[in-house]
């Protein structure tokens, strides 16, 4: 396995590494095994959520793995349930405490609430803070539209350093890499290989499978690589952050294993033409806690 992997420097300065391992949807009886094997397999970036319910387990992980902290970057997002300056503050502490860790590396919003978007700033304020008093080296945002950007910016003082979107072969999400060009942002993608796709109804928009979709199984044949190391490669050979999850360790091990070759540019403009336009995910306009009241218990 290859150890040089590549980084990306976010607009405060902070590098960090482009590819990192998620856990959404990882039982957290599950968690402290795929996280150890991914760190031992050489992830250093864990991203997890105050909403996904295992953050303890990867701090354990993270104890366990006998790596120094400062080598590993911990990412994880507050809730919408403890959006407002008040409840933000305590959000933030819980999952400092749940993690067990002095500061993470990257904090976000989990997602703009646009019909509440003092609500939002409020939390997002307490994570500038956060900054301020070295418990985040970083803060971001998860889910946000360039118009969403645009009413943050208008009322905060730190940029956020990444946007985390769905972000997939299938859903390229243009406007939004654009509007983070233009504003320093780093993409951060999620469901990078399209599992919004194979998890959600049938039903759901969107065009089934991209690991089976020819342009990226050719692309796999050509390079004797497997078609989501492709799809990975992708995202790092355009300047993104990417986030695959697994719970298998074979996996775990092959979504890091693509540090030894590049895709080709007229490669990434064929993948870049299978965008539907259509997301997979929750459209993050409609998203409140009165639409969506999972609430986070931070007892
Ligand atoms: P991914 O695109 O990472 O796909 C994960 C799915 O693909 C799982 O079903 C996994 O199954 C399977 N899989 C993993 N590796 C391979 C492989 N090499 N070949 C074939 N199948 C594979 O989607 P996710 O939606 O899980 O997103 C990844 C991460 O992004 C999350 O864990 C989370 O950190 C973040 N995220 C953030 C969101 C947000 O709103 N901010 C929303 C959704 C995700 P198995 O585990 O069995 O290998």
């Given at each position: 396995?290859?150890?040089?992997?590549?980084?990306l420097?976010?607009?405060?300065?902070?590098?960090?590494p482009?590819?990192?391992?998620?856990?959404?949807?990882?039982p957290?009886?599950?968690?402290?095994?795929?996280?150890?094997?991914?760190?031992?397999?050489?992830?250093?970036?864990?991203?997890?959520?105050?909403?996904?319910?295992?953050?303890?387990?990867?701090?354990?992980?993270i104890?366990?793995?006998?790596?120094?902290?400062?080598?590993?970057?911990?990412?994880?997002?507050?809730?919408?349930?403890?959006?407002?300056?008040?409840?933000?503050?305590?959000?933030?502490?819980?999952?400092?405490?749940?993690?067990?860790?002095?500061?993470?590396?990257?904090?976000?919003?989990?997602?703009?609430?646009?019909?509440?978007?003092?609500?939002?700033?409020?939390?997002?304020?307490?994570?500038?803070?956060?900054?301020?008093?070295?418990?985040?080296?970083?803060?971001?945002?998860?889910?946000?539209?360039?118009?969403?950007?645009?009413?943050?910016?208008?009322?905060?003082?730190?940029?956020?350093?990444?946007?985390?979107?769905?972000?997939?072969?299938?859903?390229?999400?243009?406007?939004?890499?654009?509007?983070?060009?233009?504003?320093?942002?780093?993409?951060?993608?999620?469901?990078?290989?399209?599992?919004?796709?194979?998890?959600?109804?049938?039903?759901?928009?969107?065009?089934?499978?991209?690991?089976?979709?020819?342009?990226?199984?050719?692309?796999?044949?050509?390079?004797?690589?497997?078609?989501?190391?492709?799809?990975?490669?992708?995202?790092?050979?355009?300047?993104?952050?990417?986030?695959?999850?697994?719970?298998?360790p074979?996996?775990?091990?092959?979504?890091?294993?693509?540090?030894d070759?590049?895709?080709?540019?007229?490669?990434?403009?064929?993948?870049?033409?299978?965008?539907?336009?259509l997301?997979?995910?929750?459209?993050?306009?409609?998203?409140?806690?009165?639409?969506?009241?999972?609430?986070?218990?931070n007892?």
């Amino acid at each position: 396995m290859t150890t040089e992997q590549t980084r990306l420097t976010l607009n405060n300065g902070l590098e960090i590494p482009a590819l990192g391992f998620g856990v959404f949807q990882t039982p957290p009886d599950d968690t402290i095994a795929a996280v150890t094997t991914a760190i031992a397999d050489g992830y250093r970036l864990i991203d997890t959520a105050a909403s996904y319910g295992n953050e303890r387990e990867v701090g354990e992980a993270i104890r366990r793995s006998g790596v120094d902290r400062a080598e590993l970057f911990v990412e994880t997002k507050l809730w919408i349930s403890d959006y407002g300056a008040d409840k933000a503050q305590v959000g933030f502490d819980a999952s400092l405490r749940r993690l067990g860790v002095d500061y993470v590396d990257v904090y976000l919003l989990h997602q703009p609430t646009p019909a509440d978007f003092d609500d939002t700033i409020a939390a997002y304020q307490v994570a500038e803070k956060m900054v301020e008093a070295g418990k985040a080296r970083a803060i971001g945002v998860s889910n946000f539209s360039p118009d969403h950007l645009t009413r943050l910016l208008e009322k905060v003082d730190v940029v956020p350093a990444i946007n985390q979107v769905e972000l997939h072969p299938y859903f390229t999400n243009a406007t939004v890499q654009h509007a983070h060009a233009t504003l320093g942002i780093v993409t951060q993608a999620w469901s990078p290989i399209g599992g919004i796709h194979r998890y959600r109804p049938a039903d759901a928009p969107g065009s089934g499978n991209v690991l089976e979709n020819p342009t990226i199984t050719d692309l796999a044949d050509k390079y004797g690589k497997s078609p989501a190391q492709v799809v990975l490669r992708w995202h790092l050979d355009q300047g993104r952050s990417a986030l695959p999850k697994s719970v298998n360790p074979s996996r775990i091990a092959e979504n890091i294993d693509v540090f030894d070759f590049a895709l080709e540019p007229a490669e990434l403009a064929a993948i870049d033409a299978l965008d539907t336009g259509l997301r997979g995910g929750p459209d993050p306009e409609q998203l409140n806690t009165r639409t969506f009241p999972f609430a986070v218990d931070n007892s």
